[in-house]
Nanobody
Framework: QVQLVESGGGLVQPGGSLRLSCSASGSIFAINNMGWYRQAPGKQREFLARISRGASTSYADSVKGRFTISRDNAKNTVYLQMNSLKPEDTAVYYC????????????WGQGTQVTVSS
């Protein structure tokens, strides 16, 4: 059984920074893509960033230049460094990973709240 656990959310002032982490545990054969989404109240879940096993990255235009995704393959962990945060970044942030056990499936974290407010 695979489990993803997120950490690092919280309350931050506009212009501030936060770093989210998401670690996978369980019977893992391999991990391909890792990524982050978010969902604000009343809105659809929004793609933020993705990183391949080879560390190729892609970002949504809304966060490009402010957020940075990275991964530590030895720790089965993905990170999201968020800088220059804005009130509109307030949402629940979810990580996901494409994991082979060995059959490939997408797994999601439980979500962590990020609130940007003064």
């Amino acid at each position: 059984q695979v489990q993803l656990v997120e950490s690092g959310g919280g309350l931050v002032q506009p212009g501030g920074s936060l770093r989210l982490s998401c670690s996978a545990s369980g019977s893992i054969f391999a991990i391909n893509n890792m990524g982050w989404y978010r969902q604000a109240p009343g809105k659809q879940r929004e793609f933020l960033a993705r990183i391949s096993r080879g560390a190729s990255t892609s970002y949504a235009d809304s966060v490009k230049g402010r957020f940075t995704i990275s991964r530590d393959n030895a720790k089965n962990t993905v990170y999201l460094q968020m800088n220059s945060l804005k009130p509109e970044d307030t949402a629940v942030y979810y990580c996901y990973m494409s994991i082979g056990v060995p059959a490939w499936n997408d797994y999601w974290g439980q979500g962590t709240q990020v609130t940007v407010s003064s």
